[in-house]
C-alpha cells in the first residue's frame, strides 16, 4: 500500500526551529499525517534578533508565540529525545517516554563553536546560545559591564558590537582575519563597515588572536603569535560561529561528516537511514559555487531545506540539495549591508577567473527627492563564461529584496547576457530609473569585460 494510503501515517520531528516549522508546513499538505513535534525547549526564539536584545528589544521580545502553532497540524512535546532505535523505528526520550515514527525528520539545529582557548570556562565568559535564560543573562552581564570584549567579526559579533555602541561602554570586537565580515564582503565594503563602527566608539582589532583569557583580562597577539599583549574586560562574548548538533544521529548510527559535523544528506535530504531525513543547521553543506563544504548556516537556507524535506516525506519527489548560497542581510548604524554567493577575493583565491564591476545608484529617480540614498552594488562575473557568480551591496534598505534577486540569479546560473536583457518594473517613488537599473547596466559593462569581448 503507498504510504500516502496508509490511516495516520506517523512523522516526528526533533526540533522547533525555522527549518521544523518549514516541514511541517508541507507537511500539512499531505492527508492522513500524524504530526509530533518534539523540543527540548520550552520556546523557541528569534535567533536573528538576539543582538539587538542588548538595547533595542527584550529577550522576551524575541521568544515566538505558541499560538503560532494552533495555525499548523501538529502536536506538540516538551522532552529530550536521547536514544534512536532505528530497528524499531522508536524514539525514547528523557522523562522516560516512548513514541514510534514511520518519518523521522531531525532538525536539532546548532551550537555555538566552543574554541580551545585557555580560559574559555571563565565566568565572565558568554557564547550566543538560542535559549531563552542564557540571553537574559547576556544582558544582565552587559548592562553592568564597562567594558565589553567580543571575539568574532562574522554578523553576530559585529550586530553585536553595533548595539553595544553608543551605550557609554568601552567595547572591543576582535577579528583573526584581515578584515570584518570576510565571507561576505570585498575589502570596500568591509572597511566601510569597520569605519562605521570606529565611529560608534568601537575599537577594531583585526588580524588577532585571542591566546588566553584570564579573569578579567584577555591575552591577544597577532597572525604570527608575536607581539602578545593584554587587554583588561569585564566580559567577553565569544561568537565565532555554530557547529552542527548532531550528536544523537551520530550516537545513533546515523552518517556524519568526519570535518563539519553535520549529517549527512543527499539531494533529498534523507540520511544514510531511509526512514530518516534532516535539514537545517545540522546537516553537512556544501558551497553552492564550488561544491566544498560550507560553514555558513543561515535561517533562510533552513527554512527552505526544511520545506523541502516535509514534501519528500513520501519518497523522494524533489530534489533541491544544490549547495548553500552565502545571502547576507544587516545594518550597521544606519547604513544596510548584503551580499550573496562568493567574493571576489576569494573567487580568486581558488582560481576562478573573474571580472567584477560596480558602480553607485540612487535609490528613486530622480534624485531630487528628498530621501534619496546612493547604494553601491558590485557584480562578480566568471568572465569565461559570464555566469554570476556573487554581488554585494551596501545603502539604504530597499537592498534587502535586491540582494535577494542576485541569489535567486546565482541559484539559476544566470550570466551577464541574462541580466541585461532581464524584465524588471521601476518607480521614482521606489527604485532607480529604468536605463540605470544596476543589473542591467553593470551586466552589460561586464559583457565588454568577458574573455573574449574585449572590443
Not at 558568554?126 to 562574522?154: D, T, W
Not at 548510527?253 to 543527499?266: E, F, L, P, Y
Request: proline share 4%; hydrophobic share 35%.
Amino acid at each position: 500500500m503507498n504510504p500516502e494510503e496508509q490511516q495516520k501515517f506517523r512523522v516526528i520531528i526533533v526540533g522547533s526551529g525555522v527549518a521544523a516549522r518549514s516541514a511541517i508546513q508541507s507537511l500539512n499538505l499531505y492527508k492522513n499525517l500524524d504530526i509530533t513535534v518534539i523540543r527540548r525547549d520550552d520556546h523557541q526564539i528569534v535567533p536573528c534578533a538576539i543582538p539587538y536584545t542588548f538595547k533595542r528589544l527584550q529577550p522576551s521580545d524575541i521568544i515566538g508565540d505558541d499560538k503560532n502553532w494552533d495555525t499548523l497540524d501538529a502536536r506538540i512535546i516538551n522532552d529530550e529525545v536521547v536514544n534512536i532505535d532505528r530497528e524499531n523505528k522508536m524514539l525514547r526520550l528523557k522523562s522516560g517516554s516512548s513514541y514510534s515514527y514511520d518519518r523521522l525528520i531531525l532538525a536539532t539545529g546548532a551550537n555555538p563553536i566552543k574554541p580551545p582557548i585557555k580560559g574559555m570556562n571563565k565566568e565572565n565568559v558568554f557564547f550566543v546560545e538560542k535559549n531563552a535564560r542564557q540571553i537574559s543573562e547576556l544582558q544582565e552581564k552587559a548592562a553592568s559591564s564597562g567594558r565589553v570584549v567580543i571575539i568574532g567579526g562574522g554578523f553576530i559579533g559585529v550586530e553585536i558590537a553595533d548595539e553595544l555602541s553608543g551605550s557609554g561602554k568601552d567595547i572591543h570586537l576582535i577579528e583573526t582575519e584581515h578584515r570584518l565580515l570576510p565571507k561576505a564582503f570585498d575589502s570596500k565594503i568591509s572597511d566601510r563597515v569597520e569605519k562605521i563602527l570606529g565611529e560608534q566608539g568601537v575599537t577594531v582589532h583585526t588580524n588577532k588572536f585571542v591566546t588566553e583569557i584570564k579573569s578579567n583580562k584577555i591575552v591577544m597577539s597577532g597572525q604570527d603569535k608575536s607581539g602578545e599583549y593584554e587587554l583588561a574586560t569585564d566580559m567577553v562574548i565569544c561568537a565565532i560561529g555554530v557547529t552542527p548538533n548532531s550528536e544523537l544521529a551520530e550516537a545513533s548510527g546515523i552518517a556524519v561528516n568526519s570535518a563539519d559535523k553535520g549529517i549527512i544528506v543527499d539531494d533529498y535530504y534523507y540520511s544514510s537511514d531511509p526512514n530518516i531525513l534532516a535539514c537545517g543547521d545540522c546537516i553537512s553543506k556544501r558551497d553552492f559555487n564550488s561544491g566544498g563544504e560550507s560553514g555558513v548556516r543561515l535561517a533562510s537556507t533552513a527554512a527552505s531545506e526544511g520545506k523541502v524535506a516535509g514534501f519528500n516525506i513520501f519518497n523522494r519527489r524533489f530534489p533541491n540539495n544544490k549547495g548553500v548560497i552565502n545571502l547576507f542581510n544587516t545594518k550597521i548604524g544606519d547604513t544596510s549591508f548584503a551580499a550573496a554567493g562568493i567574493t571576489e577575493f576569494e573567487a580568486k583565491k581558488k582560481g576562478c577567473p573573474v571580472v567584477s564591476i560596480d558602480g553607485n545608484f540612487p535609490d528613486r529617480h530622480p534624485t531630487k527627492f528628498s530621501d534619496v540614498t546612493t547604494n553601491y552594488v558590485k557584480l562578480i562575473f566568471n568572465s569565461f563564461n559570464g555566469k554570476l557568480l556573487g554581488g554585494q551591496v551596501q545603502g539604504s534598505k530597499s537592498i534587502g529584496e535586491f540582494i535577494n534577486t542576485v541569489g535567486l540569479a546565482i541559484q539559476h546560473e544566470l550570466t551577464a547576457y541574462d541580466l541585461a536583457s532581464v524584465q524588471y518594473a521601476t518607480h521614482p517613488l521606489l527604485t532607480t530609473g529604468p536605463s540605470g537599473y544596476p543589473l542591467l547596466k553593470l551586466s552589460i559593462e561586464a559583457i565588454r569585460n568577458l574573455t573574449g569581448n574585449e572590443n
